[in-house]
Each structure stands twice: as C-alpha cells, then as structure tokens.
C-alpha cells in the first residue's frame, strides 16, 4: 500500500476531527470530502476506491472507510440500476393514492410489497405517490385490485402508466 503524503494525513485529520470521525455530523450534514466521495459514486458505482481517493485527496483506506460509514448509516445505497423493459417487467406505473386517517400503517403495508419501488408521502391531491414494477398489466391490475385498494384507510387511486422512459438518472450531485 502506497504511504500516505503528510498534505493526505492532515486533511484526513481535519475532516475527520471536523465532523466527529464520520464524514457527517447532524442529519442531512455532509462534509466536503464525503460530497466528493458520493459524487464519484454518482458517476460510477464501481470506481475504485483508489481512483476516488486520488480524486478527493485521501488515502484509498480512508476512502473505503468512509463509503462503509455512509452506507452503513443509510446516506448512500450502492446499487445496480436496471431497465426493467429489458429483464421482463413491461409496466411501471406511479400510482396516486388517497387516503384516510393514519399514513404510517398504509405505508409500512405499500413498502413491504415486492412490486412497490419508491414510496414517498405528499401534500397536495394525493396523499401517497408509489411507483410500481409490473411484469405487464394484468399484474398491475391485480396489484390494484387486490393488494393497494384493500390497504385499510386506502380511499382511492389514479394510475399513472408509463409509456417510455425518457430519462433515469441518479447524478444530481450532493449540494
């Protein structure tokens, strides 16, 4: 393993002891070099540690380090992002729901479905948005029918099919 520069210790130093040995201090708090570190990731999921850490002036071990502490404490989720076209899912719809009384059990329920791949709650005309993966439409139509609308406290829904994917991106950096 390469030896470590002093400029590398001490900047390793610092924002470590700057952030309280986490590259995060308070929720939704990012230091500059764990930014950096996530925008490498953006970019390409499987850069290599040596590669971010000449990028970002650390040491490849630190690096490593701190992905390990910003997946571990959920900031970061390093996945493989697929078409679903081309692995036989056919429909993906975002489904709006409209609810009454408490969200949380509707939502604990919406995110344990394996069709269901983003939940988030809304103000506005619908109180949840979920986006589904179908294999086509007669397994949306049974999700529906069968599993959302039965949901307690589900009053209604709107789908939203989608015809073509224009655009999936997960690059919008760290501000």
């Given at each position: ?27 939704g708090?990012l ?32 690096v ?16 493989a ?20 009384g ?9 995110k344990e ?52 994917l ?10």
């Amino acid at each position: 393993m390469p030896r470590q520069s002093l400029v590398q210790r001490t900047a390793e130093h610092r924002a470590v002891r700057a952030e309280g040995h986490g590259g995060h201090g308070e929720a939704g708090s990012l230091d500059d070099v764990s930014k950096a570190i996530i925008e490498q990731l953006q970019q390409d999921g499987r850069r290599p540690y040596a590669t971010i850490a000449a990028a970002v002036g650390l040491s490849e071990a630190a690096v490593r380090q701190r992905v390990a502490r910003l997946v571990g404490s959920g900031v970061v989720q390093i996945v493989a992002v697929t078409d679903p076209v081309q692995v036989g899912f056919t429909r993906q719809a975002m489904i709006g729901i409209r609810t009454e009384g408490n969200l949380d059990p509707i939502v604990a329920t919406l995110k344990e479905m394996d069709e269901v791949d983003y939940v988030v709650v809304t103000a506005g005309s619908f109180d949840i948005l979920v986006e589904v993966v179908c294999e086509d439409d007669d397994h949306l139509l049974g999700l529906l029918n069968h599993h959302i609308r039965t949901i307690p406290g589900v009053r209604s829904t709107e789908s939203f099919v989608y015809l073509k994917l224009a655009k999936q991106t997960y690059t919008w950096g760290t501000r």
